[in-house]
């Protein structure tokens, strides 16, 4: 149990287009999911917090207004990164936890999305 | 959230226990550690959690000391695909997750 599915697994597109990345919970409803993105030979840096139904929480120095989120159900969260730049280009994860998990604060992590922006 | 100390790097033998350390000094009384890896190119993975007890569970097991400012991650039988970057992490429940640089461990045959 506790499978979360990201898709796609990986994107290349060119500069100035918008790519989306979708996030699934199959097994259980996630009441809250997380967006992460890792760059090459470091740690997963926090984007952003959603919660079912209400706008998300972004952490410091992520602009909102690039990286749009939208969890409009409780198994599904999606990340869409506007006019792409090839600054950009990194590897992005989701991760969901289920409501009942709160107490245990455990996250399922997706395969995670590698875009590349030419 | 309290920070964590891991070594960057540990070599473990295929088939040998690994045990992987983590300093948490600054850790306080309701906050929990949790483990999780990251293989290669993949979306980190849960491992276990525990507040001050030691725990088991089918993956490994999870060593914290008396005082509570270190913990021990213990892989009985290290095999090749437990090769990985393992992340120890301190926080209060319902907080989100600071993942810091993990040990990069390299399970050899």
């Known amino acids: 149990g506790a499978v979360v599915s990201q898709h796609p697994s990986r994107v290349i597109c060119k500069s100035g287009t918008s790519v989306k990345i979708e996030c699934r919970s199959l097994?259980?409803?996630?009441?809250?999911m997380f967006w992460y993105r890792q760059f090459p030979k470091q740690s997963l840096m926090l984007m952003a917090t959603?919660?079912?139904?209400?706008?998300?929480?972004?952490e410091q120095g992520v602009e909102k207004d690039k990286f749009l989120i939208n969890h409009a159900s409780l198994t599904l969260s999606t990340l869409t990164v506007t006019s792409a730049h090839p600054e950009d280009s990194s590897f992005y994860i989701c991760?969901?936890?289920?409501?009942?998990?709160?107490?245990?604060?455990?996250?399922?992590f997706g395969a995670g999305t590698r875009l590349s922006v030419l | 959230d309290a920070k964590t100390t891991q070594p960057p790097s540990m070599d473990c033998a295929e088939g040998r226990a690994a045990n992987l350390p983590c300093n948490h000094s600054?850790?306080?009384?309701?906050?929990?550690v949790y483990w999780y890896r990251q293989i290669h190119s993949q979306g980190p993975q849960y491992i276990i959690h525990g507040l001050k007890n030691n725990e088991t569970n089918e993956m490994a097991s999870l060593i914290i000391t008396e005082d509570r400012k270190s913990s021990t991650l213990i892989l009985p039988h290290a095999t090749l695909r437990d090769t990985a970057v393992y992340y120890c992490?301190?926080?209060?429940?319902?907080?989100?997750?600071?993942f810091g640089g993990g040990t990069r461990v390299l399970v050899k045959p």
């Open positions: 097994d259980f409803q996630a009441t809250t």
């Open positions: 992490i301190v926080n209060h429940h319902g907080n989100k997750l600071t």
């Open positions: 959603s919660n079912e139904g209400s706008k998300a929480t972004y």
């Open positions: 991760s969901a936890r289920a409501g009942r998990d709160l107490a245990k604060n455990i996250q399922y």
């Open positions: 600054t850790i306080s009384g309701n906050e929990y």
